[in-house]
């Protein structure tokens, strides 16, 4: 009988001892922890920009009907003054247009032209509120738009704007984890957005570019320690197509502090014709 009591208190302490082991997390993703931080620190950077654009398109020198749209792309708060880079291929598609070539009804083919005009452009702030802006800066080679809240709006007043500091930021390399930051369309509420990917492939040739899973247009990519790579952008190689990259934060940074001051676009177009009408007008009175 002791040898069984024995036996029963023996197996009991057996298991108070198995319970009472300390049980051991599992351990923790650390990019997971960083992307977590990133999208606390920075989600209201990433806004959503709604543009007005009217494309005028000819072929053989004739005008096509002109068409109006509404486009809706992502760009990202590089200046406390309401300053915004995106890619200026949402909003300027004339490069996607420009030099395709279509068939005529009398069998032959011609080359089409096209240019835009933007008409209206305003910034959604993450609570909904609408902020006037203007076009301030365009590149269409390096697929670059810089996008300028009016200081002079009443809404302007009410916006708080996050900037990213672009001059803040790394070189990454293959096969590295990234983190990228995002917005949701209007279905799912416009709520900010993160995701975490791997740099694919690095080109290098005439510019730096990154090939990273998980970027988005108009957005920005960090590393896994949550240090800046770059915004995403459209890398077109003539007409043999284009791919979505990410341009180095530091090649952005020059050009966004000529955008934070610049005049509109289309103020600089009505002085530029100002000026022409007063030069027209000097020479025809010399005349």
Same mark, same amino acid.
């Given at each position: 009988?002791?040898? +069984? ?16 082991? =300390? ?6 993703? =650390? ?39 509404? /486009?809706? +792309? ?46 209206? /452009?305003? +910034? ?39 900037? +990213? ?26 709520? =900010?957005? /993160? ?50 990259? /990410? ?16 005049? =509109? ?23």
């Amino acid at each position: 009988m002791k040898n +069984i009591a024995s036996l029963k208190l023996g197996a009991a302490l057996a298991v108070c001892a198995v319970v009472a082991q =300390p049980i051991i997390a599992a351990p923790l993703n =650390p990019v997971v922890e960083s992307a977590k931080k990133v999208f606390a620190q920075h989600q209201d950077s990433v806004l959503w920009i709604s543009a007005r654009i009217k494309i005028n398109v000819s072929a053989e020198g004739q005008d096509l009907p002109e068409r109006e749209q509404k /486009v809706m +792309i992502l760009g990202t708060v590089v200046g406390a003054n309401g300053l915004l880079v995106t890619t200026a291929t949402a909003i300027d598609p004339s490069r996607e247009i420009s030099g395709r070539e279509v068939q005529m009804r009398d069998g032959g083919r011609t080359r089409l032209e096209a240019s835009v005009e933007v008409k209206e /452009v305003q +910034i959604v702030m993450p609570d909904g509120l609408e902020v006037p802006a203007e076009v301030v800066y365009k590149d269409i080679d390096q697929d670059l738009a810089f996008i300028r809240a009016k200081a002079d709006s009443k809404e302007f007043a009410s916006a708080k704007f996050k900037a +990213i500091d672009l001059k803040d930021s790394v070189k990454t390399d293959i096969a590295d984890e990234t983190i990228s930051l995002g917005r949701a369309d209007e279905v799912l509420g416009r709520q =900010p957005s /993160v995701g975490c990917g791997q740099v694919n492939a690095i080109l290098s040739k005439r510019h730096l570019f990154y090939r990273i899973s998980s970027s988005g247009l108009g957005t920005p990519t960090f590393d896994a320690d949550g240090k800046l790579i770059g915004i995403g952008v459209v890398h077109r190689l003539g007409t043999k197509g284009s791919v979505p990259v /990410v341009m180095p934060a530091a090649d952005i940074a020059s050009i966004a502090e000529q955008a934070k001051n610049a005049k =509109p676009i289309a103020a600089e177009k009505s002085e530029k014709a100002d000026k022409a009408d007063k030069s027209a007008d000097k020479s025809a009175d010399k005349n």
